[in-house]
């Protein structure tokens, strides 16, 4: 199931975005004449999957409410190079206004379910039943897009931000004197909140297991030390791999029985998709 996006959120975010483009008014589009009306089309150059579509339509919305647009394709749909997404009709100075704006949403966050996609088809068993996850490392304001759009890309959400989960990291351990120390502070001061644990070691590991925590990140693991660890932590929590996951990697890493996989690059390292909007006449 797909998170939900307040609209909201979504309207806020393109006001922004119209405000750092169009600013106090589209200059060049005065070129055209006020009253002439165009359709267009936007078309994908290359292969994709889809995401963003409640964002382009906010930023027409917000231009000009009289612009009509056709949806061929939903998020999360696979899209292939020459294929027409949507189809737009209406005024050809607001659809000049706002094409870049709306492109960019588009193209960005189509660009991070691409990648997540990519990640999860490299995981080449079948019947294999680790998942995907994102990380916190998202660009600044696009935190919630970017994990919908992880979504539409068959990924799964990490925690949202600082407030929602306990994630013990090798800092955390320190400042508080000792993994068990930590547990024991994180039970008291968010109770009820679940407490995840960062490992890098075996040691490590068989700590946070006698600490009784349900969900241990293992760090930055190799192949061996990652099917050990499923080993000795014979199902009593919920294990998940981080650090340095590459794409030629998370088959073997999703095969030594992890149950997460969390990969940075899924929404830092995109590039967004090559869409573009080619007009009827103008």
């Not at 061929?72 to 704006?101: F, H, W």
Request: glycine share 8%.
């Amino acid at each position: 199931m797909l998170i939900h996006v307040p609209h909201a959120y979504v309207r806020t975010q393109v006001a922004q975005a119209l405000e750092e483009d169009v600013g106090d008014g589209d200059i060049t589009a005065e070129l055209i004449p006020k009253n002439k009306q165009t359709t267009a089309e936007v078309i994908s150059r290359e292969e994709a999957i889809l995401c963003g579509k409640d964002w382009f339509n906010e930023v027409f919305r917000q231009v000009d409410s009289a612009i009509e647009i056709h949806w061929k394709k939903n998020d999360g749909d696979p899209i292939q190079s020459g294929q027409v997404l949507c189809e737009l009709s209406g005024s050809a100075r607001s659809l000049l206004t706002g094409e870049r704006t709306a492109l960019n949403f588009l193209q960005t966050f189509s660009g991070t379910s691409t990648l997540t996609n990519k990640y999860v088809r490299a995981i080449k068993d079948p019947e294999s039943a680790t998942r995907i996850l994102d990380t916190r490392k998202t660009s600044p304001g696009f935190r919630l897009g970017q994990k919908y759009a992880v979504h539409c890309g068959g990924g799964s959400n990490h925690r949202m931000g600082l407030y929602d989960m306990v994630l013990i990291k090798e800092n955390h351990i320190i400042a508080a004197g000792s993994l068990k120390k930590a547990v024991e502070k994180a039970r008291e001061y968010a109770p009820g909140f679940e407490i995840e644990v960062e490992v890098e070691n075996i040691i490590e590991l068989k700590q946070a297991l006698q600490c009784g925590v349900t969900r241990i990140l293992l760090d930055n693991m190799d192949i061996a030390t990652l099917e050990r660890a499923v080993e000795i932590n014979e199902g009593r929590a919920q294990l998940e791999a981080s650090g340095n996951i590459t794409i030629d990697k998370v088959s073997e890493i999703a095969a030594t029985g992890v149950h997460f996989i969390s990969i940075g690059a899924i929404t830092k390292h995109i590039q967004a998709v090559d869409l573009s909007m080619r007009f009827a006449d103008l």
